[in-house]
């Protein structure tokens, strides 16, 4: 049949799904029963269609009723109007009948070999209610080898809307399968740049995405090379690692594509995105594309939202019920939690026991930095490998730290404040993972320990904590890497040390922390960056001090934390294994310019073990 996609001829499955597939109205029972009477109560039909050689006897008037373009080809001034047999082009014999039989019936008799066909006639001839149980039944027998033809069709007919999102949420689920099969190398640039860009595909990491790219790019490179940079901005690179993708690149079989891919990501390839890129400053006769820069800048540093999460709680400080306050331990423990099996497992072991250290990722790997075991408080630094499941030693900070704050930012760490000893710790450190290196770089606007601290947009943000005297602060700041200057924020609406701060959504939650008038808090501030303001969000079913979070696509993970025993509050605290998980909508503006954060809270998988300033990421 004319209009069919040559890859969806014939078939969508191996064998006829039997049955009859009932449509949503029938043209002739809606029709008022007089009428009904008159039209098909003539001893003889009014007219024919006919295709090739077979005539169908119908009405002109049951048709009208049915099916726009009938109504339009008997409208008076039409030729066809005052005709007693009419030709029906480009519609097969038995498509035809089974599309008049259903417009007096209400019922089509489909299967999966003809509901292609079916389809496309039905869309031709106006058929609505056809096109409605082709639909229903193409989403029933939708299959990673034909998806996409389906789409494709879809796409093209009117009234295919539902069936164009069954189609792209089964391509979402079934992506790392789709992208194997033949149909994708063949898809439009358009909507391969829309499946990239989706926030939904469930993939176990993001180089999988990178690979379906790749993979699309080499099966025609000499017409596809161009669209490479159109192809990486939806490629999240900071989740990658640069060994596993230089070994990806070298693997596609096109020399000049292969080059291009090298010299676009070559800052990337050689160790991520480094500081020279982000800072405007490329090497001496660099000739790249100002795209290169842009590209590793702009990458999105979340996972999808639908992706394999791997959350890693590490290190930490652990008192058990009925403990004493001398007794509890700094762990070395690490646990990794799979977003798609719900569940905690142990993994690699850090070196060195370490409680109230700072965690980040940096180019898909994890960093432990400073902390304290035994009143012994740390400058090393260790580096975690997720796919080699190994810790290795790296530079060393200048000064020991216990109760810092760490983040990625601009493809370096800072680590920031801290307590170093027998004072804060006033300066902030920054490590250029090129040269295994750390350097002061600036100090600290107020100097903090056990505060909360993340990076959002480019900058990085300091909240809460304890200041010289051990009072619990409410003050706020943020750093610009860029320029080394420090900006005060609107301070929190309530003190609070050893709280965790983590960014979701485009806003900042300080989660839980404790000051001396309340003890373990439960209270969540989210702040606003674009109004500048705190507003309070649903509290945690308990209070938690030092406890961890990360958060992601709309949902905040809170991990472990102390208190006190709940039916001994003058007891030693414990250290927390609960989890609580809170998933949030961002409202609409109030008239005083506010957004309202709606959500609940739920209880999660519990930790292995009880921890408290402990370290969380998320990759």
Known sequence: MSGV????????????????????????????????????????????????????????????AASPYFSAMFDAGMLEAEKKEITIYGVETDILGSLLDFIYSGQLCVTTESVVDVLVAADMLGVHGAVTVCTNLLAEVLTPWNVLGV?????????????VEQCTAFVEEKFLEVVQEDEFLALPESTLQQLLASEDLRVAEEIQVL?????????????????????????????????????????????????????????????????????????AGDCRPAFACSLLSNSISEPRRKA???????????????????????????????????????????????????LTTLHGEVYAIGGESDSMIFASVERFDPGRHQWTNVACLHHPRMGLGAVACN??????????????????ERF??????????????????????????????VVGGLDESGTELASAERFDPLVARWIPLVSMTTKRAYLTLTAAGGRLFA????????????????????????????????????????GFSGRLFIAGGRAPPPHDPEAPAISLNSVEVFEFVIGKRTGGGQEAVCGSWSIGSSLITGRCEAGLVIL
């Open 5 to 64: 996609p040559p890859h969806l001829c014939g078939a969508v499955g191996e064998a006829p799904l039997g049955g009859e597939y009932k449509g949503e109205q029938s043209v002739i029972k809606d029709i008022p029963d007089e009428a009904k009477e008159r039209i098909i109560g003539q001893p003889h039909k009014d007219m024919k269609t006919r295709e090739g050689t077979h005539a169908f006897l119908a009405h002109k008037a049951v048709l009208a």
């Open 151 to 163: 789409w494709e069709l879809a796409a093209r007919i009117g009234g295919c809307g539902l069936l």
């Open 211 to 283: 690979s379906a790219a790749l993979r699309w790019l080499d099966y025609s490179p000499a017409t596809r090379r161009s669209r490479i940079t159109s192809l990486l901005v939806h490629i999240r690179l900071p989740l990658l690692s640069p060994t596993r993708t230089a070994r990806l690149v070298q693997d596609v079989s096109d020399l000049s594509l292969r080059v291009a891919l090298q010299v676009l990501l070559a800052d990337f390839l050689r160790k991520g995105p480094g500081r020279r890129v982000f800072e405007g400053r490329g090497r």
């Open 308 to 358: 394999r999460k791997m959350v890693y709680a590490v290190g930490g400080f652990s008192r058990w019920i009925g403990a004493r306050w001398s007794d509890g331990r700094a762990l070395c423990a690490v646990e990794r939690f799979d977003t798609f099996g719900g569940h905690w497992t142990a993994d690699s072991s850090l070196h060195q026991a370490r409680s109230g250290l700072a």
């Open 411 to 428: 493809g370096a760490i800072y680590a920031l404040g801290g307590w170093v000893g027998a004072e804060i710790g006033r300066t902030v």
């Open 432 to 461: 250029d993972p090129d040269e295994n290196k750390w350097e002061e770089v600036v100090e600290m606007a107020t100097p903090r320990y056990h505060f909360g601290c993340c990076e959002m947009g480019g900058a990085i943000y």
């Open 511 to 550: 989660v839980g922390g404790w000051n001396e008038s309340s003890g373990a808090l439960n209270s969540v501030e989210c702040y606003d960056p674009e109004i500048e303001c705190w507003i309070s969000v649903p509290p945690m079913t308990v209070g938690r001090a030092s406890c961890s979070a990360v």
